[in-house]
């Protein structure tokens, strides 16, 4: 026999998925709705990412060397001066970053659909074939061609609002809404944020969250995002970002505004049977830093790894036991980073006394270090017992000065 695995949704998720899956041999269909899809997103990848997932240089709009904290009152914090030559975030439109990694996938052999899945069918044994019922829009047309195709295994990357997670009945998750507006900024303006990102926090711009300007190719992504989902209230807070960043903004023309659902924490199941959720269908969004596209490609890399392995390269039909090795590995690397982000998050975000008392904390080198060597490297990094001391106490002293830790 040979396995023959669906990916539903060609994001960072899904195409690594498919990626792995048809290196290994095994036959693998790819089904993405709107082939030049742009996910609203800060688009930052770690440097990690680059080498790790190999995206060439061109793929990077931006390298990010220098970031700016921004206080409730506007106290601003630079960081960056601990990052060696080199090192940098990388700023991508996720439509430049997708396409690239779903065409790699289907170069290798993935069999991408330009399709929506509608329905997934549910086999009565473990041994029988999961059926999709999708759409094929490859006609151009928006109801397309109704189709089935049978798998032995399914992989959900189809985003916050998966319908593969449904069919599965994988539980609901809590989550935020990121509203962002792409602006192109006078030459002079957008000469300020060559190198330059920009977080503001304050209830202002979101009351659990953060803002951003983060630069792109020719224009700047302005946005913000909060668990307090409801219209009236989102387009409050892209007011109170737009406010702030007022005098680096003038003269900017609004060329495209999205938003998107993002995950708050992981769903309550991932795996049922041979179908496994992966990227933001899964939840593998970071709290605090909102950070999801790295993650995501890891998941699907990770989920596909462990399908080839389990399957001896496609050779026989992987068990649900099998597909949660995929989650034992991925809670046992990574566990340890979203619970220390979701502590930050709780302690730092409650209120603007204690955003301040963030900011502050963000000047001292000790704490940046730790910051960018994590988020690039993804590693929490164990400093040595007496920076830990001190970086300890530095959060304490600026949490008692701004009476933040006040219940």
């Given at each position: ?188 303006k957008m000469a300020y ?125 992987p068990t649900e036991a ?86």
């Open positions: 026999m040979a396995l023959r695995v669906a990916v539903v949704g060609g994001g960072p998720a899904g195409s690594s998925a498919a990626e792995t899956l048809v290196k290994a041999g095994i036959e693998t269909y790819l089904f993405e709705r709107k082939l030049d899809n742009a996910k609203p997103c800060g688009g930052a990848i770690p440097l990690c990412m680059v080498s790790e997932f190999d995206i060439p240089p061109e793929i990077v709009d931006r390298r990010v060397r220098k970031m700016k904290m921004i206080s409730p009152s506007n106290i601003e914090v630079n960081i960056g001066s601990t990052l060696k030559d080199g090192e940098y975030i990388g700023m991508c439109r996720r439509e430049v970053l997708d396409g690239f990694l779903r065409e790699r996938a289907e170069k290798l052999g993935t069999h991408v659909i330009n399709g929506t899945v509608h329905k997934l069918e549910i086999p009565g044994s473990d041994k029988d074939p999961y059926t999709l019922h999708y759409a094929d829009h490859s006609d151009g047309s928006i109801q397309g061609t109704f189709k089935t195709l049978q798998v032995d295994v399914v992989i959900g990357a189809d985003g916050a609002n998966s319908r593969v997670a449904k069919a599965i009945d994988a539980g609901d998750y809590n989550y935020a809404i990121a509203f962002q507006e792409r602006i192109r900024l006078p030459e002079d944020y060559n190198e330059l990102a920009e977080m503001y926090v304050g209830d202002d711009v979101s009351p659990d969250f953060y803002a951003w300007v983060f630069p792109k190719y020719d224009h700047v992504a302005v946005g913000t995002g909060t668990m307090r989902v409801n219209q009236a209230k989102i387009k409050q807070l892209q007011a109170g970002i737009r406010t702030r960043a007022a005098k680096r903004l003038e003269g900017g023309e609004i060329i495209k505004v999205e938003a998107h659902p993002i995950p708050e924490h992981p769903r309550p199941r991932r795996v049922v049977g041979r179908v496994a959720l992966v990227g933001d269908a899964a939840g593998t969004v970071t709290k605090s830093s909102g950070e999801g596209i790295y993650f995501a490609a890891k998941s699907g890399r990770m989920c596909a790894e462990t399908i080839v392995a389990t399957s001896h390269r496609g050779q026989r039909i099998d597909l949660k090795e995929y989650l034992k590995r991925w809670d046992k690397k990574y566990g340890i980073t979203y619970l220390v982000l979701d502590i930050l998050q709780r302690v730092f975000y409650r209120s603007d006394a204690t955003r301040e008392a963030f900011v502050e904390m963000c000047e001292d080198i000790d704490v940046q270090k730790l910051t960018f060597d994590s988020y690039l490297y993804k590693t929490v990094v164990p400093a040595n017992p007496l920076t830990q001391l001190k970086i300890t106490a530095k959060t304490l002293g600026s949490l008692l000065r701004g009476n933040a830790l006040a219940p």
